[in-house]
Structure formats: C-alpha cells, structure tokens
C-alpha cells in the first residue's frame, strides 16, 4: 500500500500568516489522484482540494494545491480563524485508499 | 442538500457482527460510487470499502478484507457495511462518504460529502 508521510505534524501560526503542509507518498500517485480533507473537533472531514490542485465547491482561493509523483503541497495563503483545523490528505489512486496522518494547524 | 445519515453503531463483543446502514438524500444516488470510512476518536482516518455505483466493484482495506461486506440498494438510496468477527480495533465512527465518481473498476475520484458517522464499540 502507498504510506502517506504528511509534515510537520503540528503547525503553529497566527491568523493572516501563510500555512504550508506537505504531503509525501511511499511511491507515485497515479494521475495525481491527491486530496486533501479538512477536519475541525466534532465534525466530519470535509474536501479541501481533488486532483492535487483542483479546489472543491465553496473552498476559499485561500487554499491552493500543487505537486505531484510523490510530493504535494496545500498552501493556505492567510490564515483566518475557521481555518484551524487538521488537514489530511489522501491518495486514492490506487487501492486500497490511504491516508496521511493529519496536520494540526493551531493558534499560535 | 446532498445529506448520508448513518445508523446501526451499538456495543458488540469481540467476535459479534453487525450492520450499518446509510441513507443518502440530495443527490442520484445511483450514480455514484459510496465508501465507508472509520476513524477512532481523536485518531486518524481509514479507509474501509468501496463499491462501484452498480454494485458490480468492491474494494476493501486490507484490514478488513474477508470480514467485513459493502453493498448497496439503489432503489432505497442505500448503503450498507456488514461487519463481521469483530475486534477491538474494529471499534471507531463509522462514516458514509460519496465519491466523485462513479466507481467504475472499483476506481475513486476522491470523496467529495460525508455524514455525521455511527459509533460502533466493540467491548466485552
């Protein structure tokens, strides 16, 4: 199976300020099938990007995608309040689907 | 509004089966492939099956291949997980999630709505 590596595993930083997350596979990804999901306490994850780079329906222009093969980036450009979360992100690409460990994106 | 409402999580002992159940609304249901996803509180995520828009796909996290069985009823909007020789580490909210795509080949476009999940612990 592809292991996800994502880094680092918590990020601190304060609203306004630039988040970058990482996103590494064990091996390529077919056709970049890459996501990621964001997840805030009690509630179910919801998609951030598809695709690597493709922004789901209601995703602010905040959040941006890039990478492929093996590594991916999600890039937050200014961090406002609803965006403290855990992102994970996901290849599914190839069965079976995995997982990444998450980012915890808080307050700093 | 596309909405899946989960049901069927309960106490289980180790060893015992169960059934999940998802009702999707807010969308052609009978379009799109459907997985479940699990995840223990406070833990990370895992994928635990899919099956192809017509039921003619599945596919199964290694984890839970040979025990546990995904199926579907188009015409009830429906979804479901049955589980089987539970384990302890089988315990986690259970999510019903739509995928982009239809699931041919048992292949998914990523997993665009999720429900609330159902609990299911497995305890003596």
């Known amino acids: 199976e592809i292991v996800l590596t994502q880094s680092p595993g918590t990020l601190s930083l304060s609203p306004g300020e630039r988040a970058t997350l990482s996103c590494r596979a064990s091996?390529?990804?077919?056709?970049?099938?890459l996501a990621w999901y964001q997840q805030k306490p009690g509630q179910a994850p919801r998609l951030v990007m598809f695709?690597?780079?493709n922004r789901a329906s209601g995703i602010s222009d905040r959040f941006s995608g890039s990478g492929s093969g093996t590594d991916f980036t999600l890039t937050i450009s200014r961090l406002e309040p609803a965006d403290f979360a855990v992102y994970y992100c996901?290849?599914?690409?190839?069965?079976?689907?995995?997982f990444g460990p998450g980012t915890k994106v808080d307050i700093k | 509004e596309v909405q899946m409402v989960e049901s069927g999580g309960v106490v289980v002992q180790p060893g015992g089966s169960l059934r999940l159940s998802c009702v999707a609304s807010?969308?052609?249901?009978?379009?799109?492939?459907m997985n479940w996803v699990r995840q223990i509180p406070g833990k990370g995520l895992e994928w635990v099956s899919l099956?192809?828009?017509?039921?003619?796909?599945?596919r199964y996290g290694d984890s839970v291949k040979g025990r546990f069985t995904i199926s579907r009823n188009n015409s009830a909007n429906s979804l479901y997980l049955e589980l089987k020789s539970l384990t302890a580490e089988d315990g986690a909210l259970y999510y019903c999630?739509?995928?982009?795509?239809?699931?041919?080949?048992?292949?998914?476009?990523?997993?665009?709505?999720w429900g609330q999940g159902t609990l299911v612990t497995v305890s003596s």
């Open positions: 999630v739509k995928d982009i795509g239809g699931g041919f080949s048992g292949n998914s476009y990523g997993f665009d709505k």
């Open positions: 807010g969308f052609s249901f009978k379009d799109y492939a």
């Open positions: 099956i192809s828009w017509d039921g003619g796909s599945t």
């Open positions: 091996q390529t990804i077919i056709s970049d099938y």
């Open positions: 695709g690597a780079s």
């Open positions: 996901q290849q599914y690409g190839t069965s079976p689907i995995t």
